[in-house]
């Protein structure tokens, strides 16, 4: 992914054996193109801001990137099948998703969602996808378009307040990544060991949790959405949203 922030420059060096491994058997081999990170993808006055004027500015679709060159974060999408949903942030610009689209297209469609969030980063502790016509939306960060959806048939599952102690160090993320979770398959999801109560909302809608404790990784940054990818699925493509 071609991500905005400078420090992580180099960091697709490291999946680079894996990503031999799978085109040596086969894969098709596709990278973003890679911002430069000028100046000019920066918005220089935009640190200084206050929580109010990031509130009316994210509103507004205006954030510390630019419209410079194409950036994004993978982690700002979301897929269900063969429509992807994903969220203009601080990371990931509307050249950039408008980069995917044509990537994608015409297979996959992209919808553009947005949140009552003033610093929006990654979609998955905001709204994360349980299943099919299922998904996880944040009480406190609500979906604008969230109407598209219920006309769309799906059932809109608010999770629990989230049990992480306040003194519990957290790097650039939230306590909602105990929403942050990983479905295996339609039955079976991994979930922090720790949030029981998300643990017994999963239970109640017929899915088994597998219990992992993760609080040294979310304290580095990210939740079990963050820190995996599924690379290898079973099944046949579907589109779970008309």
Same mark, same amino acid.
């Given at each position: 992914?071609?991500?905005?922030?400078?420090?992580?420059?180099?960091?697709?060096?490291?999946?680079?054996?894996?990503?031999?491994?799978?085109?040596?058997?086969?894969?098709?081999?596709?990278?973003?193109?890679?911002?430069?990170?000028?100046?000019?993808?920066?918005?220089?006055?935009?640190?200084?801001?206050?929580?109010?004027?990031?509130?009316?500015?994210?509103?507004?679709?205006?954030?510390?990137?630019?419209?410079?060159?194409?950036?994004?974060?993978?982690?700002?999408?979301?897929?269900?099948?063969?429509?992807?949903?994903?969220?203009?942030?601080?990371?990931?610009?509307?050249?950039? #998703?408008?980069?995917?689209?044509?990537? $994608?297209? *015409? /297979?996959?469609?992209?919808?553009?969602? =947005?949140? +009552?969030?003033?610093?929006?980063?990654?979609?998955?502790?905001?709204?994360?996808?349980?299943?099919?016509?299922?998904?996880?939306?944040?009480?406190?960060?609500?979906?604008?378009?969230?109407?598209?959806?219920?006309?769309?048939?799906?059932? #809109?599952?608010?999770?629990?307040?989230? $049990?992480? *102690? /306040?003194?519990?160090?957290?790097?650039? =993320?939230? +306590?909602?990544?105990?929403?942050?979770?990983?479905?295996?398959?339609?039955?079976?999801?991994?979930?922090?060991?720790?949030?029981?109560?998300?643990?017994?909302?999963?239970?109640?809608?017929?899915?088994?949790?597998?219990?992992?404790?993760?609080?040294?990784?979310?304290?580095?940054?990210?939740?079990?959405?963050?820190?995996?990818?599924?690379?290898?699925?079973?099944?046949?493509?579907?589109?779970?949203?008309?």
């Amino acid at each position: 992914a071609p991500m905005a922030w400078r420090a992580r420059f180099f960091e697709y060096r490291a999946y680079r054996p894996l990503i031999k491994e799978y085109f040596r058997n086969g894969a098709k081999w596709t990278t973003a193109p890679k911002p430069t990170m000028a100046d000019e993808l920066y918005d220089q006055d935009y640190p200084i801001r206050t929580v109010e004027d990031r509130h009316k500015l994210a509103a507004e679709g205006k954030f510390v990137t630019t419209e410079h060159e194409p950036c994004f974060d993978a982690a700002d999408f979301i897929r269900a099948g063969r429509d992807l949903f994903v969220q203009r942030s601080q990371v990931t610009n509307y050249m950039g #998703i408008e980069w995917m689209r044509r990537h $994608l297209a *015409p /297979d996959y469609k992209i919808h553009i969602i =947005s949140f +009552k969030d003033p610093n929006p980063m990654h979609i998955d502790g905001t709204f994360n996808i349980i299943g099919p016509g299922l998904v996880l939306s944040n009480p406190d960060r609500p979906c604008r378009q969230i109407e598209m959806f219920q006309k769309a048939g799906w059932t #809109i599952v608010k999770p629990p307040t989230p $049990l992480i *102690p /306040d003194d519990h160090p957290l790097w650039m =993320s939230s +306590k909602w990544l105990s929403m942050n979770v990983l479905m295996l398959d339609e039955k079976r999801v991994m979930v922090d060991i720790n949030e029981s109560s998300i643990q017994k909302m999963f239970e109640s809608l017929g899915i088994k949790t597998i219990k992992v404790n993760i609080r040294h990784a979310n304290s580095l940054g990210g939740g079990f959405h963050c820190w995996t990818t599924d690379v290898r699925r079973r099944g046949t493509l579907q589109s779970y949203f008309h």
